[in-house]
């Protein structure tokens, strides 16, 4: 068995002062009830929680979105239903007993239809960790109907010299009636406040 032990107070490129910060901000997330989940453009999945509001736009107004929107952007993740002994995945290929799961492919209708997370159920616990030897930071997300998320930042590659002058895109990213936060990639994050 290999395992390893991970010691927050000693990532480097992450200050002993980060965790909790980061942590303060996602604590607003506590307490608000799942509504959906989309697959957005670029087939990145988002959750969306609290209360339902239309869209900002006048073109999308019949589009609603939730309080908080938490998105993945490319970032391996994987979810564990409260509500089916089933665990989708995303850049991710679980291990169980030295064999590879691979599972079945599945569809962007199925991820939204709702059999995954129980409409309502509330969000419990909003944890970010470090991940080493990745060098950034993923997020555990505990819900009220026994489901699990966890997010992994992405693996840095070297970039393509035409793709250096490109943003860089963050490995999670909660939208709030707050503010903003992006995290990745590295140990780097930013909160905007509304």
Not at 61 to 86: D, F, N, T
């Amino acid at each position: 068995m290999k395992t390893n032990l991970i010691e927050f107070r000693q990532v480097m490129g992450l200050s002993h002062e980060d965790l909790p910060r980061l942590q303060g901000i996602l604590a607003e997330l506590v307490g608000e009830p799942f509504q959906f989940a989309r697959v957005s453009y670029g087939d990145e999945l988002t959750l969306h929680f609290g209360d339902l509001r239309p869209a900002r736009s006048p073109k999308l107004r019949e589009r609603m979105y939730g309080a908080y929107i938490l998105g993945m952007r490319g970032s391996p993740w994987v979810l564990k239903s409260g509500l089916e002994p089933v665990v989708l995945c995303e850049g991710v290929v679980p291990v169980v007993s030295g064999r590879h799961m691979g599972g079945r492919p599945v569809s962007k209708e199925e991820v939204e239809e709702g059999r995954f997370i129980e409409r309502g159920s509330r969000v419990l616990r909003a944890d970010p960790f470090p991940v080493r030897p990745v060098e950034g930071v993923g997020l555990q997300l505990r819900l009220s109907d026994g489901s699990a998320l966890i997010v992994l930042p992405t693996v840095q590659e070297p970039d393509d010299p035409e793709d250096r002058e490109l943003p860089e895109l963050a490995d999670w990213e909660l939208i709030s009636p707050r503010g903003f936060l992006k995290v990745g990639p590295g140990y780097q994050w930013s909160f905007e406040p509304r």
